[in-house]
């Protein structure tokens, strides 16, 4: 009886289920590590933060049972998409209102998010029938790294546009509400910084909500003690688009949920996207593996193999992009923040992420949470703009240098330099959509489309270079 209770202490296996107070802790943990990036995917990019959130619980739901309740991740919004989006949006002339989106932007958004999803599930099957070898073929590092670079990099202008109000013509160029604009959106990104590199734990898991919460701090702040008032109104549409509400909606009203519509430039904006997330989600799969089989190896059962399911995480990412799509939700992967809180804890099991999964989805309903969200001050999140872009950038420089790029070589050049140059210069020049041909090419779609395209160009004869090697070593 001892021995049982000394292993049990250990953590626990994705096929063991906590008792339910513990599971209930472990499971609230889970949403509050995946919530702050998730809810600011739906703010940057104008979707509905209550459809974002509900999204990402049903998602990985289904997530865990497409998977055959073997691989505990949770899915939340990526990153990857945001300017993507922005360059639909842009192409086809829609704008913000109050920070949504109208929703015919929304609905357009989702086919390509959809659509998206079938290059995760093509990656699935070709690991499933081909091995992985085959996907780092086509998606090798130097292309993968790159478009990683080159999404964050793109939105750098999105962030300090957002850290740094434009002067309202006329207005002094020394606005006090300006200064104070532009002082919480540094204190929200040093503040971020700091807890990121400093705080260990769980808390070193949240500097996103931490950073966010020291943010909205200093607005307070700046309300109370000097009358400058940095918090947003909560938009009419956001409560008004809602399914179904309980009386009046204050307390309790379901998300608005939306129905995809065709849209070309959705496709071609959208849709590459999906091969940026590829290798993060390889890698998730690889690092969960080993933390999971480490468990089981202190508490004396057998590896359980996880990354052997590797096909299946990348098919069941590719589905939960559609279901997210869908109803009205941003496409997205599964979540290092919540894998980390998982090897942390040592609780990997699969009941907490169904748990975390519907509380999320309970969460989504709740509206003063959601008009909370929708308040927070535009510099606080010009402020986690700065550092989350700057570190998609640098993501895509670690995915490089992982897989050892080896960048004196002609051909990794090449394809590193066009790909960096016309994601970024389609940016810059063309306000993200490369007039091309007669139509408008999303920049980081066109950069990586041409980007694969020239590494396979290259690729010829390179496989017969490499078994001729071994034989000119043998004649020396």
């Known amino acids: 009886m ?5 292993t049990q202490t250990i953590g626990y296996l994705p096929n063991e289920t906590p008792s339910f107070w513990k599971l209930i802790l472990y499971a609230v943990q889970q949403v509050i590590v995946m919530f702050p990036a998730t809810i600011t995917v739906a703010l940057i990019t104008g979707f509905q933060v209550s459809t974002t959130i509900f999204a990402s619980g049903l998602a990985t739901l289904c997530f865990i049972l497409i998977t055959g309740r073997k691989i505990p991740l949770y899915y939340g919004s990526s990153f990857a998409y945001l300017t993507a989006i922005a360059s639909m949006c842009a192409a086809k002339g829609y704008v913000m209102t109050d920070g949504i989106l109208p929703k ?20 699935g099957l070709i690991v499933k029938y081909a091995g992985s070898k085959a996907v780092e073929k086509l998606l090798p590092a130097s292309i993968t790294g790159s478009v990683a670079m080159i999404i964050g990099l793109t939105l750098a202008g999105n962030a300090l546009g957002d850290a740094i109000p434009q002067l309202s013509e006329g207005a002094s160029v020394h606005s006090a509400e300006q200064n104070w ?12 910084v700091l807890y990121s590199r400093y705080l260990k734990g769980l808390l070193g898991q949240l500097p996103l909500l931490l950073g966010a919460l020291t943010g909205c701090a200093a607005s307070a702040i700046l309300y109370f003690a000097g009358g400058i008032n940095l918090f947003r109104e909560v938009p009419e549409a956001a409560l008004a688009s809602s399914l179904w509400k309980l009386g009046d909606g204050s307390i309790f009203a379901l998300p608005a949920f939306t129905l995809p519509k065709f849209s070309i430039e959705a496709l071609v904006a959208i849709m590459p996207i999906a091969i940026a997330t590829i290798p993060e989600s390889t890698a998730h799969i690889y690092q969960l593996d080993i933390y999971v089989n480490d468990v089981a190896q202190k508490k004396g059962k057998e590896k359980y193999g996880i990354s052997s ?4 995480n990348l098919i069941g990412d590719g589905l939960c992009d559609m279901i997210s799509g869908f109803i009205g939700g941003p ?8 894998i980390s809180t998982m090897a942390i804890t040592k609780v990997f099991s699969v009941p907490v ?4 999964a519907i509380i999320a989805m309970v969460v989504s309903c709740f509206t003063p949470l959601i008009k909370i969200i929708y308040g927070i001050p535009l510099a606080v999140i010009g402020g986690l703009e700065i550092y989350l872009f700057g570190a998609i950038a640098a ?5 490089m240098i992982d897989k050892k790029v080896d960048m004196f070589d002609s051909k990794n050049i090449a394809v590193i330099a066009a790909i960096m140059v016309i994601g970024i210069g389609g940016q810059y020049a063309f306000g993200g959509n490369i007039p091309l041909f007669g139509i408008q090419v999303p920049c980081i779609a066109g950069a990586a489309i041409f980007g694969i395209l020239l590494n396979l160009l290259l690729s010829i004869g390179s496989k017969k270079k490499a078994e001729d090697a071994p034989e000119k070593a043998e004649n020396n």
């Open 2 to 6: 001892k021995k049982s209770t000394s």
């Open 353 to 356: 992420l169904i748990a975390a």
């Open 309 to 312: 399911l590797l096909h299946k």
């Open 331 to 338: 496409a997205g992967t599964n979540y290092g923040e919540n």
């Open 395 to 399: 993501q895509g420089i670690a995915i």
């Open 181 to 192: 604009w532009i002082a919480v959106a540094l204190i929200t990104l040093v503040s971020t």
């Open 104 to 123: 015919i932007a929304i609905q357009e958004a989702q086919f390509g998010i959809i659509m998206s999803g079938l290059v995760s599930i093509a990656a």
